[in-house]
């Protein structure tokens, strides 16, 4: 049939309030552009250590691997922050990436002009500024050997950091597509002036560039780069880099929208499944309260259409009806600069909803 299955994984915290304003997002598209959506559901997190002792289960893994797409949400909390390794719902999170190979790992951060009041940024250095963080994301020091040891001065911890040129390759191709799509602007971030890792990053970032003479390459060591996000983040067109720094950086490059809670990212392999996510986490202190942002979950979906399903016209719909939306000035709490007129999250995805046409 030509329904897509999409497995849906709302995760913790604000992840199943922020999912649920995405599924609204869905079942409007479907009526406006006659697709057909499959949603089925699994449990992952803390809920499910909770509830099925394991953070990602081999049903919910299941589920994703049958689908055509991810949804999830957010995983983590207070509850489980002093867990073992096993049983925390970070755990399930790097588990599905390795699992579902989804090494590519792309955080576009677009201003919208009227929010550039929401951002701690003075307008005039935001002006202009649309680049996207391609993180590399299932290699690196989040999934080397980890270990306790006694050492001589009483206990120690280990974590390695490895990479292999062909899961540079892979990731430095990725960021040199987009960017031939793009302004044609490469930044690879590193710190190869003390990690051998990042040595072997850069040398083999060059060779890529090599099958890429339109696209401009510079290297940037990224203790430089996370402040030269903030004095000219206009400059940047494609950002590479490694796994920890790209989890860093797009969380400072998320500030220069305004809110955290404005970043998606589309996590991706070999072929078109894809797996949608906001950047930011649970949440957990908002959690429950139901003023979370959607927007970056449903500019997921909008990613998921044009990135998994072709589906630009609807892609398009959705980040329309975000801007229009955000223009008429309606805000969630964090993106408020009167905070007393904040609207909450099922509020906003409504607006959104309605705002969508085909
Ligand atoms: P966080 O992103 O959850 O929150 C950071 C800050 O941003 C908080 O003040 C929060 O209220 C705010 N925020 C986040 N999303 C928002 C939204 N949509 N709307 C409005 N405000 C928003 O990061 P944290 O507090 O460092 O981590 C909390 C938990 O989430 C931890 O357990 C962490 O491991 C987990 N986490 C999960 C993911 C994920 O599932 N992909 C990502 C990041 C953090
Ligand atoms: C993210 C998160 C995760 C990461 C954590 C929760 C493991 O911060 O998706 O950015 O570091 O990748
Ligand atoms: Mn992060």
Redesign the pocket.
């Known amino acids: 049939s030509d329904a897509k299955k999409i497995a849906v994984i709302a995760?913790?915290?604000?992840?199943p309030e922020?999912i649920a304003e995405a599924e609204k997002v869905l079942k409007r598209t479907e009526e406006l552009f006659g697709y057909k959506f499959e949603l089925e559901y699994g449990l992952f997190?803390g809920i499910a250590i909770d509830e099925r002792g394991t953070p990602l289960p081999e049903d919910t893994l299941a589920i994703c691997q049958k689908a055509d797409a991810v949804l999830?949400?957010?995983?983590?909390?207070?509850k489980?922050?002093t867990n073992p390794k096993e049983l925390r719902?970070?755990t399930g999170?790097l588990g599905i990436r390795k699992a579902l190979g989804l090494y590519a790992n792309i955080r576009p951060a677009v201003i919208f002009d009227c929010l550039k009041e929401a951002s701690t940024l003075k307008p005039e250095v935001l002006e202009g500024t649309d680049l996207i963080v391609v993180r590399e994301l299932t290699g690196g020091i989040y999934f080397g050997d980890k270990l306790r040891r006694e050492g001589p001065n009483g206990q120690e911890a280990v974590d390695t950091c490895t990479y292999s040129v062909k899961e540079v390759e892979r990731i430095a191709r990725s960021a040199f597509e987009i960017a031939k799509t793009r302004k044609k602007k490469v930044a690879s971030v590193d710190k190869a002036n003390v990690l051998e890792t990042s040595r072997l990053w850069r040398e083999t970032v060059i060779r890529v560039a090599a099958d890429y003479p339109d696209v401009e390459l510079e290297h940037v060591l990224v203790d430089n780069c996370a402040m030269q996000l903030l004095r000219r983040p206009s400059s940047f067109d494609v950002i590479v880099t490694e796994n920890m720094f790209g989890d860093i950086l797009s969380?400072e490059a998320a500030m220069l929208t305004g809110?955290?809670?404005m970043l998606s990212s589309a996590s991706l392999g070999e072929g078109s499944f894809g797996l949608y996510?906001?950047?930011?986490?649970?949440?957990?202190?908002?959690a429950g309260k139901g003023?979370?942002?959607?927007?970056?979950?449903i500019l997921s979906v909008a990613l998921m259409f044009r990135l998994t399903f072709g589906y630009h016209e609807a892609a398009e719909a959705v980040e329309k009806a975000v801007k229009e939306v955000l223009d008429a000035g309606h805000r969630?709490?964090?993106i408020a600069t009167d905070k007393s007129a904040a609207i909450g999250t099922g509020a906003m995805g409504d607006l959104i909803v309605a705002a969508i046409k085909a």
């Open positions: 995760g913790d915290g604000i992840g922020v997190g999830l949400g957010a995983v983590g909390g207070p489980w922050d719902p970070e999170l969380d809110s955290i809670g996510e906001p950047i930011h986490g649970s949440a957990p202190d908002i003023v979370a942002n959607p927007i970056a979950t969630t709490w964090d």
